[in-house]
Nanobody
Framework: QVQLVESGGGLVQPGGSLRLSCAVSGGFFSAYAMGWYRQAPGKQRELVARISSTGNRNYDDSVQGRFTISRDNAKKSVSLQMNSLKPEDTAVYSC?????????WGQGTQVTVSS
């Protein structure tokens, strides 16, 4: 069974940084395309960043230049480095793994950007 566990969320002031991590157990991590999604209250879930099994990265325009997604296949983990955080980045961030026509989700971690 594939499980995804996020960590690293919290409260940060505008302009600050946070690093989210997602540890994956089970399955074939190196084959998964990994993504970070977020959902703010009253809004639909949106894709923040994605990294393919070969390392290609894509970002939503709203985080381009501020967020960096990376993966460590040996540690079966994916991270999201978030810099220059803004209040509008406040949301529950969830990790996603996708391959072989199947996808898995973590439980999510809260990120709050506020002074």
């Amino acid at each position: 069974q594939v499980q995804l566990v996020e960590s690293g969320g919290g409260l940060v002031q505008p302009g600050g940084s946070l690093r989210l991590s997602c540890a994956v157990s089970g399955g074939f991590f190196s084959a998964y395309a990994m993504g970070w999604y977020r959902q703010a209250p009253g809004k639909q879930r949106e894709l923040v960043a994605r990294i393919s099994s070969t390392g290609n990265r894509n970002y939503d325009d709203s985080v381009q230049g501020r967020f960096t997604i990376s993966r460590d296949n040996a540690k079966k983990s994916v991270s999201l480095q978030m810099n220059s955080l803004k209040p509008e980045d406040t949301a529950v961030y969830s990790c996603n793994a996708r391959a072989f026509g199947t996808e898995y989700w973590g439980q999510g971690t809260q990120v709050t950007v506020s002074s």
